[in-house]
Nanobody, 122 residues
Framework: VQLVESGGGLVQAGGSLRLSCAASGLTFSSYPMGWFRQAPGKEREFVAAISRSGGSTDYADSVKGRFTISRDNAKNMVYLHMNSLKPEDTAVYYC????????????????WGKGTLVTVSS
């Protein structure tokens, strides 16, 4: 199984980015998917999750109303649309997949990508 993130970069505060995660080696539509992030010197934190069908989503309070998670099961892709970015959103963003659920504490999640860096300048 491979999860490959892309779309990170440098953006000014108030700007937008779309992160993508390409999944391979798994029956994608059978996996809930999620995004986590880890800022320098901080612990990894939950960002967003989406159900197998895409019909249900969950967000951390810190990104609710600004970020949107979506998926395309035909393309084996999951996305994170990030708007109104703030300097505190600066982090490495990781894609996650697990056949059971995406635990918001990240424990027990089966598959992780290597991450993509998002830097938001003030």
């Amino acid at each position: 199984v491979q999860l490959v993130e892309s779309g990170g970069g440098l953006v000014q505060a108030g700007g937008s980015l779309r992160l993508s995660c390409a999944a391979s080696g798994l029956t994608f539509s059978s996996y809930p998917m999620g995004w986590f992030r880890q800022a320098p010197g901080k612990e990894r934190e939950f960002v967003a999750a989406i159900s197998r069908s895409g019909g249900s989503t969950d967000y951390a309070d810190s990104v609710k109303g600004r970020f949107t998670i979506s998926r395309d099961n035909a393309k084996n892709m999951v996305y994170l649309h990030m708007n109104s970015l703030k300097p505190e959103d600066t982090a490495v963003y990781y894609c996650a997949a697990d056949p059971r659920t995406i635990a918001t504490n990240g424990y027990g999640i089966l598959y992780w990508g290597k991450g993509t860096l998002v830097t938001v300048s003030s």
